[in-house]
Nanobody
């Protein structure tokens, strides 16, 4: 099983980034997918989650700015991040958990840095 995250970078406040996470080795439709982030000295927090049928859930801090989506044909989950703020600076990780199971996997993380 591999989750390969990409798309991070350095942007200015107010700009956008789109993260991608390509999954291999799993039956994509049977997994809930999510993006987490961890800033220096902070606990890892869930940013957004999407179920196998497309139900989404967001942290209050990103509602209205971030959008999670999944492409079953590409086995990829995305995180569109708009109106970025310096407090969004963190390492972003993709995550997959099989439905009705404790079977879970983490991607390697991609750095997002937002300058003011």
């Amino acid at each position: 099983v591999q989750l390969q995250a990409s798309g991070g970078g350095l942007v200015q406040a107010g700009e956008s980034l789109k993260l991608s996470c390509a999954a291999s080795g799993i039956t994509f439709s049977r997994y809930q997918l999510a993006w987490y982030r961890q800033a220096p000295g902070q606990k890892r927090e869930r940013v957004a989650r999407i179920s196998g049928v497309g139900i989404t859930n967001y942290a209050d801090s990103v509602k209205g700015r971030f959008t999670i989506s999944r492409d079953s044909a590409e086995n990829t989950v995305y995180l569109q991040m708009n109106s970025l703020k310096p407090e969004d600076t963190a390492v972003y990780y993709c995550y997959a958990r099989r439905d009705f199971s404790s079977n879970e996997h983490w991607g390697q993380g991609t750095q997002v840095t937002v300058s003011s």
